[in-house]
Each structure stands twice: as C-alpha cells, then as structure tokens.
C-alpha cells in the first residue's frame, strides 16, 4: 500500500465531481455511504484473512499532494480486516452504524463519531459482528509502509 | 500554526479518553457535536477577520505521530473563517448542518458528509450565512506552513 499514482476508472465524471484548475474538488455525498464520482472497490487487491469489506478512496488516489489519504470502509455483517501491523498510525471516525476493534489483546466498541487513533506497531483488526453494515473514514499517512500480518 | 508541542488542559481524563502504552487512544462522541476528553476552543489564537467559531482539536495535539491532524469547527450562525491561503491542503468533511467556502472566486455549498478538497495557495473561507450551527472536520498536515490572509 504504498504511495503510487493510480489510473483510476473513476476520474472525474465532470457533472458530479466539481474540480479547479487549482486542484480543488468536491465530492457530494450522494446518501447511502456513497459519494458522487468515487467507486467502491475492493478492501485490498491481494492477500487473505479478511471478508465483506468495501474500500472508497476519497481522498489519495487522483494525484492531491496533502500529506494524508482519506478512505471510506464499510464493513458488512460479520464481515472483518486483516489482523495485522505497521509503523503507520490510523484515524478512525465511525459514520455508519456500529462495530469493533481488536487493538493488540484489546476489544474496544466505535459507534457513531468516536475517534479512535491506532498508534504504530499496534496489531489490529476491525470488524462487524452487528446485523447492519459498519462504516467508517481511515485517514493514513499518504506515505506508508506495508501492513504485515499478524498471527491470531 | 506551526507544528509544536502543546501543552493543553485538555490532557486525559482517564475516565473518558482510553489511553494504552502503544499510544492508541480513543475519544467517544459524547452528543451534540461534543467528545470526551476534548476541549473546544478558539478557533485562533491571534488575528482578526473571523467570527464566531469554535475549534475542537481531535488529533494532534497530544503528541500524536501521525503526519495529519484532525480538527472539528464548528461555525454559528453568521460566522465566518479567515479569507486567508497557504501552501498546505485541506479537507473538509461536512458534519453538522451546512455551510459555504469561498474557494477563489467560487461559491460552494457544504452539507453532511460532502468532502470538500481544497488545494494549496487557494484563497478560502469558510462561512455560516444560516440559522443553525454548520460543523465541519477539517484534515490538515501537521507541519504546514503559516496562514495568510487576503485581501477580500
């Protein structure tokens, strides 16, 4: 997951994503944890031990030069992360329902709006054991290492 | 608004603010645009040209390692930012009722959970020309350079 330039099939419907000469942009939310021009793709493009996790790059992946990345997940039903560490530090803001986090041997809960800062090194795992989805803003250090696995 | 350190008041209440070893840590939303452990303070410390803002650092303040920082504003009705523009980005992610930025010569409206990029040397502000409080997080890198404001 490190800082690359992606060719992204979802550049900048012009109608829906509002862009200045001077790199502005808008995203609208569109309701239902959607925002107009961003697609929703996969959690990560390789590797196991995770399930029923959908990745929105809000932020990061059309060329901005801020420092940070700003991604949406949502976490389906019983759905779950990769257990797993890194030197980069996460900010976590809950915005949809309700879910968890495993933080090294800890169990904390993150509802709406709870901020929740994941120091590096910390081995952790979000995840969904609710009826309804769980959704939450990730922003990370657009410069970042690559998570390792953890064993359970 | 240089990156150092602070010494704020607002350092830990154990009961609200879960604070490990590995700096994890977590601030409930308490309701009404409020969390535990957070303060709310002045939107600037010096200067003129704004009105009736509140500033609630999340992220940032406490010695955090993360390359961003993460605030929470919130603009009462009438109230308004400085015009001002540097070299760092913002993002802007609509919370709480709905606002205006002036980014250059453009008008845009904010609402709840639009995400607002606004490039580097844009001139902006940010305003409440309605009735109800518009609250915003606003995402910023945490070694950036000084404001500075615009003539209107």
């Known amino acids: 997951m ?3 330039a992606r060719s992204s099939s979802c550049e900048v419907p ?3 994503v509002k862009k200045s000469r001077s790199g502005n942009r808008q995203y609208r939310y569109g309701g239902d944890f959607k925002w107009r021009g961003v697609k929703s793709g ?3 493009s390789e590797g196991g031990d ?3 996790i959908a990745r929105q790059v809000l932020i990061g992946d059309r060329g901005e030069t801020a420092e940070f990345h700003l991604r949406y997940f949502e976490i389906e039903a019983g759905g779950y992360s990769s257990f797993e560490k890194h030197k980069h530090e996460h900010v976590v803001i809950g915005v949809r329902g309700r879910g968890k986090a495993k933080l090294n041997r800890r169990i904390t809960d993150i509802q709406f709006l709870d901020v929740l800062y994941i120091g590096a090194h910390t081995h952790h795992r979000l995840y969904n054991p609710f ?3 769980f959704g939450f803003f990730c922003i990370v250090n657009a410069r970042r290492d690559r998570p390792r696995p ?3």
């Open 150 to 152: 953890v064993k359970k």
């Open 2 to 4: 490190g800082k690359k």
């Open 14 to 16: 012009v109608k829906t």
């Open 42 to 44: 996969r959690y990560k």
């Open 131 to 133: 009826q309804e989805p």
């Open 50 to 52: 995770w399930a029923g």
